[in-house]
């Protein structure tokens, strides 16, 4: 299969983690009646089973994607977790963390470059 289809496969886990990363948040922001309701309610459950697969699917994609490449798609993660916490938790992007995506944005784009 195309090399493209499975670092295409490897982003999406990592959106799949960055979305796991937003319910935990968004369970951390309520309060429970019991530490085993922290622990044991829909959203953290859901939530670690996104890791899960998020893990497993990564390390089949890197069956196929070099190795020298994972770090650098793993590192979109923080641009997906910026945005999602900037669209669903209504979260403030600062300059400093802009300034941080863009440094993250370009390092991938010389990563890529061939010279």
């Known amino acids: ?20 990363q937003i319910l935990l948040k ?3 922001g309520k309060t429970y009646d019991s530490k ?3 622990y044991l309610n829909a959203p953290v459950i859901i939530a670690y089973g996104l ?5 497993v699917v990564t390390v089949l994609a890197y069956k196929y994607v070099d190795l020298s ?7 979109t993660g923080y641009i997906w977790v910026t945005l999602l916490g900037y669209l669903i938790l209504k979260e403030k992007v600062s300059r400093k963390k802009l300034l941080g995506l863009v440094v993250i944005i370009v390092g991938i784009i010389v990563f890529n470059v061939n010279i």
């Open 51 to 55: 890791f899960f697969l998020s893990t």
């Open 26 to 28: 968004i369970s951390a």
């Open 69 to 75: 490449l994972g770090p650098v798609l793993e590192a």
């Open 36 to 38: 085993i309701e922290e």
């Open 1 to 20: 299969m195309n090399n493209y289809l499975y670092i295409g496969i490897f982003l999406i886990s990592v959106l799949v983690s960055s979305v796991s």
